[in-house]
């Protein structure tokens, strides 16, 4: 099997390739070549004609705690990759710099792995914020355990929401609201009344529960299973997603680049925010 820095890479039985998030001491906060790592680990699964269902879970505590935004050097990250999308350039200046690295790495890859060819089942334990968001929302399926949140924490950064922008077919436009503007994380349970989440199972039965969920996709033909993912998603288009993402990830770089303008440190709780990594406000 491939190694990866950040991830793991399996095939834990016949026609299920299964990737793990593997940063656990940084609760699998994703930096640049984790996403890239991401991308690839998708890329095997999809190229494997033996592979008919991928599972994404996460080692430690946590599914993922977001983007690194402690990333250092994020320009010099993205370009020791070779991209995917046709946004990102060396000539970057003003806006257009967290613009495009943003169209590449986040929106951008959000949408590929909810257009991947075959079917995906986010693992979920523990938190997912922010930006963990956009690991689990661009998969088919997602099978939570009991003790699962679930948290778009942007709204205390000033940020009208994280970059891929599907709050309101996750959750429901009413339930996307009450989550996006308060800030407040959601327990599987609500995720589960909302459509959001298949199925919630205890911790200890997480790894079991999603391979037998696996299984039961797993057999039927691949062929099938792809054209059937494919025309759900259509429904997507038809409900106008593209023109939706669009408006959001203009106004998420709106202020993004409000924040940069107005330099206000109180748009960025801190405390809220290292509260939840565990460390204390001095670090
Ligand atoms: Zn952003």
Redesign the pocket.
């Given at each position: 099997m491939p190694e990866f820095e950040s991830l793991i890479y399996e095939i834990p039985e016949p026609h299920i390739a299964r990737i793990w998030l593997n940063r656990p001491e940084a609760r699998n906060a994703q930096d640049t070549k984790l996403l890239y790592q991401l991308n690839d680990a998708f890329d095997m699964a999809m190229q494997d004609s033996s592979i008919k269902v991928v599972i994404l879970a996460a080692k430690g505590p946590h599914f993922s705690a977001g983007h690194d935004l402690r990333e250092p050097k994020v320009r010099e990250a993205l370009k020791a990759e070779k991209t995917v999308g046709s946004w990102a350039s060396d000539d970057w200046e003003g806006a257009e710099a967290?613009y495009a690295r943003?169209k590449e790495i986040?929106e951008g890859f959000c949408r590929r792995w909810r257009d991947l060819a075959k079917p995906t089942i986010a693992s979920v334990h523990g938190k997912s914020i922010a930006g963990g968001l956009m690991l689990i929302w661009p998969m088919d399926f997602i099978i939570a355990s009991e003790d699962a949140t679930f948290q778009d924490n942007t709204m205390f950064m000033g940020?009208p929401g994280v970059?891929y922008f599907v709050h309101a077919w996750e959750l429901g436009i009413r339930k996307a609201k009450e989550f996006l503007l308060t800030g407040a994380p959601i327990t599987a349970q609500e995720g589960l009344e909302a459509g959001m989440i298949n199925k919630i199972v205890p911790l200890e039965e997480l790894e079991e529960a999603t391979l037998a969920f696996a299984r039961s996709i797993a057999d039927k033909p691949a062929f099938a299973l792809k054209l059937a993912k494919d025309a759900i998603n259509a429904a997507y288009q038809a409900q106008g997603i593209e023109n939706v993402q669009k408006i959001a990830f203009n106004a998420?770089?709106l202020s993004?680049t409000h924040y940069r303008l107005t330099q206000d440190g109180s748009m960025l709780d801190r405390e809220f925010l290292n509260n939840f990594r565990g460390r204390s406000k001095k670090d």
């Open positions: 967290a943003e986040y940020i970059e998420h770089h993004h």
